[in-house]
């Protein structure tokens, strides 16, 4: 049943509402008694949502939350890592500047010049002389291996 419509030409009235202005309005068509049938079983059918639609609608709806769900504790757990993060980066700074400090006050306590007067004036070392000193090239390696007792 296939309802031709023809379609209305619409023409602007002219509508004084006063005398130095023009306004331009326009009439609706009118719709035969079909037509107006048609219109509402066509909206009836699209408001309808049948069975199959409805849980198609509640399974995306049910992956939505699960997905909204993931990425809401993604987010929290990113956060928590970052405050982590900023928490030990802050701890790391402490105990450097606390190392920092107390190397500073060891380096600081000693004297040499009180080690050196020990040594020379209660253990009686004595500074070496230019015959006890010698020189030597190591080689390649980095450091001396002492085997035996070095002669003169």
Do not use: C
């Amino acid at each position: 049943m296939a309802v031709k419509r023809k379609k209305p030409v619409r023409q602007p009235q002219k509508q004084e509402s006063h005398f130095w202005e023009e306004s331009v309005t326009r009439k609706a068509p009118q719709r035969s008694a079909d037509v107006r049938v048609a219109i509402r079983r066509n909206r009836k059918k699209a408001a309808y949502m049948n069975l199959g639609y409805a849980v198609f609608m509640l399974v995306l709806l049910g992956l939505m939350m699960i997905a909204l769900v993931g990425y809401i504790t993604l987010q929290s757990d990113i956060t928590k890592a970052i405050s982590q993060i900023s928490s030990l980066e802050y701890q790391l700074a402490e105990k450097k500047s606390t190392n920092d400090e107390n190397y500073n006050e060891i380096m600081n306590s000693i004297d040499l010049d009180e080690i050196r007067d020990y040594a020379i004036n209660v253990l009686g070392m004595q500074y070496a002389t230019d015959d006890q000193v010698i020189t030597y090239s190591s080689g390649t390696e980095e450091y001396v291996h002492q085997v035996s007792e070095v002669g003169e």
